[in-house]
């Protein structure tokens, strides 16, 4: 089954630790996205990427890191200089051109401890 | 400032109680308009796109229309399974293909 594969479902993170999120799609998606969701607000983008080896900034990139070496993979890296991490993440991919509707994982929840 | 607004914040209604969600954008440029279902603690599903004003799209009880300014999402005779939060979010020119979401729409049919 195609689908964006998210790992883990849940993690703790301890103060100052950075931790990273693991994002997979079979799609042969050329875009992948990731949002950050909190209660009562709208998903938010946090970084983007078109093609494999270059990503931009979203509207809340302070404190996150990707990289895209692979299609398929896009990782984020949450690092201890975001000082409110805890929040639902989620990723996303869609075609480059054409019909440009984005698919999402099933999230990953991060909460600080 | 382009910028997504859903109303009501919630909603519930009693089964088969047929109602519309709102979705109304401020956006230079439309290039499409996209409505997700979310369960609690997963991830968002697909529903629909729409791209121009007047376009309609259909599935089971669910209808999504589009105007120059905003898009309902129409629920006729709703069971209880289709409880969810519904987002709408917008493409626009310029955003490449940037995703701009509303808070979401929490929907509770009763039985």
């Known amino acids: 089954d195609g689908g964006i594969t998210q790992s883990p479902k849940y993690l703790f993170r301890k103060e100052g630790q950075n931790v990273t999120l693991s994002c997979e799609q079979n799609?042969?998606?050329?875009?992948m996205y990731w949002y950050r969701q909190d209660p009562g607000q709208g998903l938010r983008l946090i970084y983007y990427?078109?093609?494999?080896?270059?990503?931009q900034k979203g509207d809340i990139a302070e404190g996150y890191s990707v990289s895209r070496e692979k299609k398929e993979s896009f990782p984020l890296t949450v690092t201890s200089a975001q000082k409110n991490p805890t929040a639902f993440y989620l990723c996303?991919?869609?075609?480059?051109?054409?019909?440009?509707?984005?698919?999402f994982g099933q999230g990953t929840r991060l909460t600080v401890v | 400032e382009d910028q997504v607004t859903q109303s009501p914040e919630a909603l519930r209604l009693q089964e088969g109680e047929s109602s519309s969600l709102n979705c109304s954008y401020t956006v230079s440029g439309l290039r499409g308009l996209f409505w997700y279902r979310q369960d609690p603690g997963k991830g968002p599903e697909f529903l629909f796109t729409?791209?121009?004003a007047g376009e309609e799209k259909e599935k089971e009880r669910l209808k999504a229309t589009l105007t120059k300014k905003e898009s309902f999402l129409h629920i006729t005779a709703p069971k209880p399974e289709d409880s969810a939060t519904y987002l709408c979010a917008v493409q626009f020119s310029g955003g490449y293909n940037k995703l701009i979401f509303g808070a979401g729409t929490r929907l509770a049919v009763h039985p």
């Open positions: 990427s078109q093609i494999v080896n270059d990503f």
């Open positions: 996303a991919s869609s075609k480059a051109r054409g019909n440009t509707e984005a698919f």
């Open positions: 799609l042969n998606h050329d875009a």
């Open positions: 729409l791209y121009s």
